[in-house]
């Protein structure tokens, strides 16, 4: 039996072929499955869990699996031809063709742009759109804060309320790159949020996360939502413009592209030549855009994680002072400005204080940033501000604990819990901090001291020699001059313990 999709393309269910202009496609057997359900349901919405259920039979299978199928059918018989309704489903519109109003299409902002759509109200009680609208409208409030990311304005967003939508299509009229959907279902008094972002070109999921909570508690989850959301877009975002960057030929890149190759460099510097391949990157696009001050924060960035793995000395990183103090003239409202240039300064320049008041404005600014809370945590060991220093770690690691950074905080807590006093919980998310940046310096820094303090002395030992590898020339008197924390208990910890175990003086 031979059922038309459209007039080019034919799906025979009994040879299982897709046949597009009288040519047979290879498809696979899911994706098959996959539009033989649409194809058998074209007059409605299916959504998600439908077709995982039925294409899946028993098989327990995460929704990223159909994504992956639907994108495939899509690159096969047209982006247009597979609707999406966002957080609900899909629906086989028989449309291949693309629209004639090209010339519509809005140019895409240089900086990761979003757009939020409508959540879908999957409840049964149309009486709670205004709760659903409500989650909506405070993401798109709470995302508009984050100022390295363009995001739709609500009153556009919500035009597209209850329409079945093609993500590329959305994507092309709002000049977007990213699209976030999601739908809210209920099971008594019990609310379950999902969420998921997106390439709307591509429909590639690029992160989910599901949220569960009491109705009677909705504005604590509706406030848990919005910070989690936040904090988890910011670096995926990050991730997802490396990775687009760094596919384009090096013989056609903007400033921008050569910015976002160096970023996930900058955040996690592995080596030294990674170090240098980030820096000369980033000194690229200021040589094409010399007012580039985001370009120009990176760098701050790129020095203070190269110094805090030892792969550049203290000496090397100050030399990126004065472009701290210039970023901070030409853009003090920025939080990701004030939270690269504040760090280094505190770190390397020695001005502890200015630097933690150069955090709290970050703060202020960005709460939910977790790159703003594990440096605003490290400043404060420097101050001795234990317990701010402490609670903005577990922050940052509740709130997106699979972050490429997050070994970072997991080291700035046992560095906190060391000077407080706490050895062995120290102990155990230092070693746990090992598997996430075990290139990282301050962390067998921080190993050394805090097993020595704990009687290990051979594990101690251990991890003096790792570090005087990287610091052959090492002393104690060099390393607390650099050391930023000022807190006296902590600064005699770290002297007995460099001494007992034979480091010059």
Wanted: proline share 5%; with cysteine.
């Amino acid at each position: 039996m031979i059922d038309p999709v459209q007039p080019n393309l034919e799906l025979l269910r009994d040879l299982r072929r897709l046949r597009i202009d009288g040519s047979d496609q290879v498809v696979g057997a899911r994706a098959f499955d996959v539009l033989a359900y649409l194809h058998s349901n074209a007059g409605r919405v299916v959504t998600k869990a439908e077709l995982l259920e039925n294409v899946w039979a028993d098989l327990n299978v995460e929704e990223s699996n159909l994504t992956v199928q639907i994108a495939a059918l899509r690159k096969l018989i047209g982006a247009r031809a597979i609707a999406t309704v966002p957080g609900v489903g899909y629906q086989l519109t028989l449309v291949g063709a693309p629209p004639e109003d090209l010339a519509k299409a809005l140019p895409l902002p240089d900086k990761p742009s979003l757009a939020v759509l409508p959540f879908a109200n999957l409840t049964g009680d149309a009486g709670k759109d205004y709760l659903v609208d409500g989650i909506v409208s405070d993401l798109i409030a709470a995302l508009s804060r984050i100022p390295t990311v363009f995001v739709i304005a609500a009153s556009t967003s919500f035009t597209f309320k209850g329409r079945s939508v093609d993500l590329a299509e959305v994507g092309r009229q709002l000049g977007v790159r990213y699209i976030l959907e999601g739908g809210i279902q209920a099971a008594g008094e019990r609310l379950r949020i999902n969420t998921q972002l997106v390439e709307a070109a591509t429909g590639h999921m690029i992160w989910s996360q599901r949220f569960d909570g009491a109705m009677v508690n909705i504005f604590e989850l509706q406030d848990r939502v919005s910070e989690q959301v936040v904090a988890a877009i910011e670096p995926n975002l990050i991730i997802a413009e490396q990775r687009r960057a760094s596919t384009k030929p090096t013989t056609d890149l903007r400033a921008y592209d050569l910015c976002q190759q160096a970023t996930m460099l900058a955040h996690r510097v592995a080596s030294k030549d990674s170090f240098l391949r980030a820096k000369a990157l980033l000194e690229h696009a200021i040589a094409i855009d010399p007012d580039y001050v985001q370009a120009k924060a990176l760098i701050c960035r790129l020095y203070l994680v190269a110094c805090g793995a030892r792969f550049i000395s203290f000496d090397e990183a100050r030399t990126a002072l004065p472009l701290a103090e210039e970023i901070l003239e030409l853009s003090s409202s920025d939080p990701l400005v004030l939270t690269y240039a504040g760090h280094l300064i505190g770190y390397v320049g020695g001005q502890t204080d200015r630097a933690a008041g150069l955090l709290r404005q970050a703060l202020g600014l960005h709460p939910n940033s977790s790159f703003v809370l594990i440096s605003s945590g490290y400043v404060h060991t420097y101050v001795g501000e234990l317990e701010i220093a402490a609670d903005h770690f577990r922050r940052a690691i509740r709130l997106d604990p699979l972050a490429p950074n997050t070994g970072h905080a997991r080291v700035g807590l046992g560095l906190a819990l060391l000077m407080a006093g706490q050895v062995e919980t120290a102990i155990v998310a230092l070693e746990q901090a090992l598997s996430e940046v075990p290139e990282m310096g301050t962390l067998h820094q921080t190993l050394v001291v805090a097993y020595w303090t704990a009687g290990r002395k051979e594990n101690a030992a251990r991890f003096c020699s790792v570090l005087m590898e990287k610091v052959p020339d090492l002393t104690i008197s060099s390393l607390l001059h650099d050391l930023p924390q000022q807190l006296p208990s902590f600064r005699a910890q770290v002297e007995a313990a460099l001494r007992g175990l034979g480091v010059p003086e």
